[in-house]
């Protein structure tokens, strides 16, 4: 089968690898039927997530059809179509049981697909843990619509679930990436009273303005003025962060008013600082790390009832043997991308 794979630092490549196997009784093996490319890939490329492993498959947003299953295996059966978790975890340790799955003690747990064991940009997936790993996806929902369940939008769901938001809020978001919007699609189920999108892209803030004109828009020059409108000078009760720039993380906290909440979703190449002098008096509490990508059946009813949509981020569509033209309009941010889904040949 053909397999796009981290080669070296710097080098992805679309070679023939074997068709994976079961290889433990808890393991499901599913055809990929449509995927997608994230930010966190291009770290891969990039040199900047050590862990991952050169010869692995990329890829960890994904759909698929199960093909087989391990003896333990009882979540799912073959011909069950289903999103793939990014996480793998086993449900039973002590960070499981507490719904942090992140944080996985199994030593496959957390990102491991696409990271350190063969991953969804290619025609078939091992999925370890299946019974947590897998979700059948409703007959009335498409594959692109469950496209972005199990990676970007289990982190929407996860930062606004997290943050608390109340219908008396108003909720500042940092970035209007595939992230972001789908930060923004979650938000909306808690119907604060505002909603603040800020983003420096043009392309992007367009986009918001026309898909969820219920969000103020507004560039990082004209943040301040717009959240002290909205909030008689308070700040924003709840700031969630999901660009990750050189400059995003102080704004996070000196938008928010004393005693908010601040989600840190984003993922940043250096260190940031926390100025605790400046800080000190407003009393936040911040919000961190990876997506507990445990919501997933939450999410698929969601989108059966009409109340979540992401298919508008679907700008880009590539058959597999062209992944290599679809990561250079991703990476480049080229015609107005936002997200590129990959389908089999």
Not at 156 to 164: H, T, Y
Not at 165 to 182: H, K, Q, R, Y
Not at 256 to 275: C, E, G, H, S
Not at 292 to 306: F, P, S, T, V, W
Request: net charge negative.
């Amino acid at each position: 089968m053909k397999a796009y794979t981290y080669i070296r630092e710097g080098e992805f490549r679309l070679i023939e690898k074997p068709k994976p196997q079961i290889l433990e009784p808890t393991d499901a093996l599913v055809r990929v039927t449509l995927g997608s490319i994230c930010t966190s890939d291009l770290h891969i490329m990039h040199g900047s997530v050590p862990r991952a492993v050169p010869g692995i498959t990329v890829g960890h947003e994904m759909v698929g059809v199960v093909e087989e299953v391990g003896d333990a295996v009882t979540a799912v059966r073959p011909g069950d179509r289903v999103t793939v978790n990014v996480e793998t975890y086993c449900g039973e340790c002590f960070y499981c049981r507490r719904g942090f799955v992140n944080n996985c003690q199994s030593p496959e747990g957390g990102w491991a697909l696409g990271c350190r064991i063969d991953g969804g940009q290619t025609e078939y997936v091992r999925v370890p843990m299946a019974n947590q790993g897998l979700t059948r996806i409703p007959d009335s929902v498409s594959d692109e619509q469950a496209l972005f369940v199990g990676d970007i939008l289990a982190t929407g769901f996860w930062a606004a679930r997290i943050s608390e938001i109340t219908d008396e809020d108003t909720v500042l978001i940092i970035g209007a990436g595939p992230t972001g919007l789908c930060t923004l699609a979650c938000v909306r189920l808690k119907d604060p009273k505002n909603i603040v999108v800020c983003e420096k892209d043009a392309e992007r803030r367009a986009f918001v303005r026309n898909h969820y004109p219920d969000a103020v828009v507004v560039e990082p020059q004209t943040c301040r003025e717009t959240v002290d409108r909205l909030t008689d000078g308070r700040g924003a009760d709840r700031v969630i962060e999901v660009a990750g720039a050189g400059d995003t993380f102080r704004m996070a906290w000196e938008m928010a008013r004393p005693n908010a909440i601040v989600t840190v979703v984003a993922l940043y190449d250096k260190p940031q600082l926390l100025p605790l002098p400046d800080m000190y008096g407003k009393n936040l509490t911040f919000k961190t790390g990876g997506v507990d990508g445990c919501d997933c059946a939450e999410i698929l009813r969601l989108i059966a009832e009409g109340r979540i949509d992401t298919t508008p981020l679907i700008t880009h569509r590539y058959p597999l043997s062209r992944i290599a033209e679809a990561y250079d309009l991703f990476a480049a941010h080229r015609d107005g991308v936002n997200k590129v889904a990959v389908y089999p040949d």
